[in-house]
């Protein structure tokens, strides 16, 4: 679209250009051939009344050409002005255009944005799929209800994402004011479902979600365990996950409730801090090998969190 603007642009201004040139020559033409017509009389004249003749027919040559001066400025001016206006216009035209033409750099800023929320509603939708996905299996609903109540909780956990990321990426948010947005839209999401769910469905998701950061540490150190301390006897494998979701929880919830920065730096200490309590707690429960087993997951998440602390 720029390119056809500006082209129409400009061959509006040249062809205007032209015209005034063309028209301005011949008239210019024209003056040189009034000043080289002769008047020849059809009988011999004395010299001095040829003379008079002679001056009075230059005499009105002369005015003629004034006046055709005159008309020629006048039309020059007409001309200026339509080719002022011309100009405007054309500079109008380059706005719209460059208007319409994208930024490289808005754009590359747009599809990275786009690229963002993209990831941020996968993010959403996996973390609802692995925190409710029990809570649907007991309530049983129909499904298109089941896909109205996940669409609000996935937007409600896009919109918790972006909290948690800004906070982030500014540094300088405390954690309690970061826990008491994501409560709100906890009870905004709550409000939404109020108005298509029976009262019964609807309290036990609130129900549901009063522990549902527990859930969500669970859904994350369960495969966790799994695989990193895959050694532990089902018996303390049992006692592992119980104590770590206790302390991990425990040690969240203190974070929340205070003031210190939510960046990345306090989220990787205050789980150091947890992974280093659950171990002294089962240093008096499990032998040396079967610690070793939780050791070995602990040592890998302490590297990754002290990694983030440097950032």
């Known amino acids: 679209m720029k390119q056809c603007l500006l082209g129409a642009g400009w061959i509006a201004a040249i062809v ?174 709550h409000d939404q479902l109020r108005e298509f769910l029976d009262p019964a469905t609807h309290d036990k998701i609130v129900s549901y979600d009063a522990d549902g950061d527990r859930r969500q540490l669970e859904g994350t150190l369960a495969p966790q365990l799994a695989t990193y301390s895959s050694g532990l006897t089902p018996e303390n494998k049992e006692i592992v996950m119980q104590l770590s979701l206790d302390v991990f929880d425990q040690h969240q919830q203190q974070f929340y409730q205070s003031d210190k920065m939510f960046n990345l730096y306090e989220n990787a200490d205050w789980q150091i801090n947890a992974m280093d309590d659950i171990l002294g707690q089962l240093n008096e429960q499990l032998d040396v090998q079967q610690l070793g087993e939780v050791e070995r997951w602990f040592n890998i998440g302490k590297t990754q969190m002290e990694a983030l602390k440097k950032r």
């Open 16 to 189: 205007v250009g032209i015209a005034s040139w063309v028209q301005m020559g011949n008239l210019r033409d024209q003056i040189v051939e009034s000043d080289l017509e002769v008047v020849v009389p059809d009988e011999e004249l004395s010299p001095l009344e040829e003379m008079n003749e002679t001056f009075d027919a230059l005499q009105i040559k002369l005015d003629e050409t004034q006046k055709t001066v005159v008309d020629m400025e006048d039309e020059k001016r007409s001309m200026s002005d339509q080719l002022a206006s011309l100009q405007a216009e054309l500079e109008n035209l380059k706005a719209v255009a460059i208007g319409d033409e994208p930024d490289p750099e808005a754009e590359n800023q747009r599809r990275k944005e786009e690229s963002k929320q993209g990831m941020m509603q996968a993010q959403a939708a996996a973390i609802t799929e692995m925190t409710y996905s029990r809570m649907f299996s007991d309530l049983q609903l129909d499904a298109d209800v089941e896909t109205d109540v996940t669409d609000v909780l996935v937007a409600g956990m896009v919109e918790k994402i972006a909290v948690t990321q800004k906070a982030l990426k500014s540094g300088d948010i405390p954690a309690s004011q970061v826990f008491a947005d994501m409560e709100a839209l906890k009870t905004n999401a």
